[in-house]
């Protein structure tokens, strides 16, 4: 599968890949195509939330009908820019996620993100759209979920109370966002009523 900005035909490169509805066009060559343009999930909300715990939870629930990924797994080197939204590596997954759909599974993709830095991206066009699910929780009970993990995962008192800023930040914003990010509290949810409620939150959007 070519990186869904590359056309087949001509080999060019398109900054802003051009879809019109099930159909990818070339402007150079005027090269047309059949490209699934499906929806991406992004299971997101703060570190400790539980995104981590219930993305392989979801394989079960939901294997066969959705592909699900962890995307801290290309977190590393050239893609840790340091750009305010982290567009290359943010891209790179679209990219990534896109290709996946091809194979006609949509992807629901594991990891802290917010509409903006999805939606003004050159590859937002290869979606239908994007739905956003953050997994939130109470302060308290975030930050004694950060410091129990491992110390190889580097979770310092500093970088807790950054975590524990966003928290609060989607709390308050997640309403206001465009598209709107739906928020589901883990603070006492059993593992099992997670699972469903995610589950069924991909369920009820599926094409």
């Known amino acids: ?8 035909r001509c080999g060019d ?33 703060p570190s400790g939330a539980g995104k981590s715990t219930v ?17 801290d797994v290309l977190w590393v080197a050239g893609l840790r820019d340091d750009v305010n939204g982290h567009p290359t590596f943010r891209g790179t997954w679209l990219r ?23 939606e003004t991206l050159p590859e937002r066009a290869l ?6 699910l953050a997994l939130v929780a109470e302060s ?8 129990a993990r491992p110390a190889w995962r580097g979770w310092d ?21 465009d598209p709107p990010v739906t928020l589901f509290d883990t603070t006492t949810a059993p593992l099992d009523a997670s699972v469903e409620h995610v589950a069924s939150w991909v369920e009820s959007r599926l094409p």
């Open 157 to 177: 008192e500093p970088r807790i109370a950054e975590m524990l800023e966003f928290n609060m930040w989607l709390h308050k914003n997640a309403d206001t966002l």
């Open 55 to 71: 993305g392989p939870a979801l394989v079960e629930r939901l294997g066969g009908r959705v592909t699900v990924l962890e995307q």
């Open 140 to 147: 308290e009970v975030l930050a004694r979920r950060l410091r």
């Open 96 to 118: 990534m996620a896109a290709m996946v759909h091809q194979n006609g599974r949509p992807v629901v993709l594991c990891g802290t993100v917010v509409p903006p830095e999805f």
């Open 127 to 132: 979606f239908s759209e994007i739905h956003y």
């Open 13 to 45: 490169l398109a900054e802003v890949p051009a879809v019109e509805g099930d159909v990818r066009l070339c402007h150079r060559c005027g090269h047309r195509w059949s490209f699934r343009r499906l929806p991406l999930f992004a299971l997101t909300g």
């Open 1 to 8: 599968m070519l990186d869904p900005r590359i056309c087949p």
